[in-house]
């Protein structure tokens, strides 16, 4: 099973974007869902994730106070709300899968990688 990101594209700084994380075929209730980001010529970093119920969420410090993540598991969706959007938050965004909370988000510990979706943020 391959998650699927959606919800990307271009936009001012200053903006806001909301992703989605979907799973085709497959139920998101009993994981923690992570979402991820890759900028051209770095490592893949870790930017939030969720535990099953939404009582364990944890977000990466250069997103800290901008970004939201929550989900619905009626929808089986996971959502990844970007708000105040900086020209350094530019990169292709993946959503992945981990049977167990990660501390420090490190993504060799998640799978289920889709394609992921291009944010793009201009100055």
């Known amino acids: 099973v391959q998650l699927q990101a959606s919800g990307g594209g271009v936009v001012q700084a200053g903006g806001s974007l909301t992703l989605s994380c979907a799973a085709a075929?497959?139920?998101?209730?009993?994981?923690?869902v992570g979402w991820f980001r890759q900028a051209p010529g770095k490592e893949r970093e870790g930017v939030s994730q969720?535990?099953?119920?939404?009582?364990?969420?944890e977000y990466a410090d250069s997103v800290k106070g901008r970004f939201n993540i929550s989900r619905d598991n009626a929808k089986n969706t996971v959502y990844l709300q970007m708000n105040s959007l900086k020209p350094e938050d530019t990169a292709v965004y993946y959503c992945?899968?981990?049977?167990?909370?990660?501390?420090?988000?490190?993504?060799?510990?998640?799978?289920?990688w889709g394609q992921g979706t291009l944010v793009t943020v201009s100055s």
């Open positions: 992945a899968r981990s049977l167990s909370y990660v501390p420090g988000m490190i993504p060799s510990l998640f799978n289920s």
């Open positions: 969720i535990g099953r119920s939404e009582g364990r969420i």
């Open positions: 075929g497959s139920t998101l209730d009993y994981y923690v």
